[in-house]
T-cell receptor, first 112, second 117 residues
Framework: DAKTTQPNSMESNEEEPVHLPCNHS???????IHWYRQLPSQGPEYVIHGLTSNVNNRMASLAIAEDRKSSTLILHRATLRDAAVYYCILRDRRGSQGNLIFGKGTKLSVKP | NAGVTQTPKFRVLKTGQSMTLLCAQDMNHEYMYWYRQDPGMGLRLIHY???????AKGEVPDGYNVSRLKKQNFLLGLESAAPSQTSVYFC????????????????FGPGTRLTVL
């Protein structure tokens, strides 16, 4: 699977939007972009995924660059509960294992 | 639905002892995984299973064995625990979607914190 690069940490204020960047310059045409987050002392949880088009769900939005070499996870109004480590993961849809390859992610802090 | 559950939540072992971690899911998922997470790191895959009766090695399988005798359960065994196996262990499961499993999310358990002295 191709690698991703994320900032180690970011800070946000409560109720403000947060843009979490991810670079994946070696992404292949069959790679999906997945985002997971891990709240303190919990297992990771799925946030969103996409291939080429921007995606929205109840948790977040995913903006994918036209060349697909970068993407941004957008939390529209950060809450204290959004403080977590956010992982950007590429998954090749041709693979059969289905496992996730985690990097170190971005630790998001939310200030009240 | 309980989702993915893990037993026990915490355990302390002495070097050389053995133990089994149990993962159970009630979502009828085909795929199950065992990961470990060391401080400040992302998760790494130990073993996985694509269906009942089948298992395969992941990135860091040494020192661990697994079994999937029932679809809903995935067991992780440590035959002779070592301090290097001190970690937090997460189990996950996912289902086979129409377009292939990789399109779909994984569901994680709450983790088992293991300390080997």
């Amino acid at each position: 699977d191709a690698k991703t690069t994320q900032p180690n940490s970011m800070e946000s204020n409560e109720e403000e939007p947060v843009h979490l960047p991810c670079n994946h310059s070696t992404i292949s045409g069959t790679d999906y972009i997945h985002w997971y987050r891990q709240l303190p002392s919990q297992g990771p949880e799925y946030v969103i995924h996409g291939l080429t088009s921007n995606v929205n769900n109840r948790m977040a939005s995913l903006a994918i660059a036209e060349d697909r070499k970068s993407s941004t996870l957008i939390l529209h109004r950060a809450t204290l509960r959004d403080a977590a480590v956010y992982y950007c993961i590429l998954r090749d849809r041709r693979g059969s294992q289905g496992n996730l390859i985690f990097g170190k992610g971005t630790k998001l802090s939310v200030k009240p | 639905n309980a989702g993915v559950t893990q037993t026990p939540k915490f355990r302390v072992l002495k070097t050389g002892q053995s133990m089994t971690l149990l993962c159970a899911q009630d979502m009828n998922h085909e795929y199950m995984y065992w990961y470990r997470q060391d401080p400040g790191m992302g998760l790494r895959l130990i073993h996985y299973s694509v269906g009942e009766g089948t298992t395969a090695k992941g990135e860091v399988p040494d020192g661990y064995n697994v079994s999937r005798l029932k679809k809903q359960n995935f067991l992780l065994g440590l035959e002779s625990a070592a301090p290097s196996q001190t970690s937090v262990y997460f189990c996950a499961s996912s289902y086979m979607g129409l377009a292939g499993v990789l399109y779909n999310e994984q569901f994680f358990g709450p983790g088992t914190r293991l300390t080997v002295l």
